[in-house]
Each structure stands twice: as C-alpha cells, then as structure tokens.
C-alpha cells in the first residue's frame, strides 16, 4: 500500500509540475506579447525607454527558457523510463542466471546459454547506467532553464517597473 501512495503522490507532483511549467510558458509570452505591442521604438540611449527594451528582452528570453524548460523535462521522463525498463530487464536476467536450473526463452521456449544470458545482463545494466548519465545531465540542464526563466521574469518586472517611474518622472 505505501508504494502505491508515494507513486500517486509523484503522479501528483509530476502533473502539478509541468502544468505549473505550462502557466510559466503562457504567462512569459503573453507579457512579452503585451509589451511588444505596446513598444514604441526610439533611439537608444539614456532614457525611459531603453529599460521597457530591456524588459521586452528578458521576456521573451524568459518564454523561449521556459519551452526549453518544458522540453528537457518531457525529455528526462523518456530517460527515465528508459532507465527504469533496462534495470528491471537486467534485474530479470540475474534472476534467471541465479536460478540453477535450465532457462528457457519466452517466445521460443528453446534453452538458452548462461554465458549469453550474462552478456545480456551486462549489456542491459550498460545501458541503464548510459541512460542515468543521460537523465541526470537532461534534468541538470531542466534545472537551469527553471533558474533561467525565473531570473528572467523577474529581472523583467524589476525593468519593467524602473521604465514606468522614469517615465514618469521625465
């Protein structure tokens, strides 16, 4: 029963995540939208405008952050499943050498050779350790971009904000 409740828990978490990551994906391109319709363009210098440029920037930056955000995760939940599926292949396999008795194939129902049984558990732990090395750099990188957008957004504010008070005040 507890694993069942920590799998639906992580279910939750997962589905409340990628919408969160969802919302901060239209909520970026929406501002970004705003502003750039709103934008009127001006020689760049010391003035008012030069910050809202700024923000419109850091918005945009923060929508294209946020999709790359939403794409390494799709992209470790396949690594991650594909992690899981070699190691419960290669756990299979050691139990089928373990056994002492003959081993027979599924489909085939024919003996198979210990020695062929071995490389196939070597290879399917090979390549569950490759796809945990893929995972952990993928969410690494899933990590950075949730870094990414939230300075954005925020350093987008922050200017957006610094451009209305100097406006006006000039």
Do not use: F, N
């Given at each position: 029963m507890p694993e069942k409740t920590s799998l639906?828990?992580?279910?939750?978490w997962m589905e409340a995540a990628q919408k969160f990551d969802y919302f901060m994906a239209g909520i970026s391109?929406?501002?970004?939208?705003y502003l750039g319709q709103s934008f009127r363009p001006e020689r760049l210098g010391w003035s008012p405008g030069l910050p809202e440029l700024l923000s419109l920037l850091c918005f945009v930056a923060a929508s294209v952050a946020s999709l790359k955000r939403v794409e390494?995760?799709?992209h470790a939940l396949r690594l991650n499943q594909q992690q899981i599926e070699k190691g419960e292949v290669a756990a299979e396999l050691a139990e089928a050498i373990e056994s002492k008795g003959p081993i027979r194939g599924r489909a085939t129902?024919?003996?198979?050779?210990?020695?062929?049984?071995?490389q196939a558990h070597s290879s399917q732990k090979d390549m569950a350790n490759i796809a945990k090395q893929f995972l952990e750099k993928t969410q690494r990188r899933a990590q950075y971009w949730y870094a990414a957008r939230t300075y954005l957004l925020l350093t987008g504010f922050l200017l957006l904000i610094a451009a209305r008070v100097w406006q006006a005040y000039s």
């Open positions: 639906q828990l992580y279910e939750w391109t929406a501002l970004a939208g390494s995760t799709v129902r024919e003996e198979i050779d210990p020695a062929v049984l071995r």
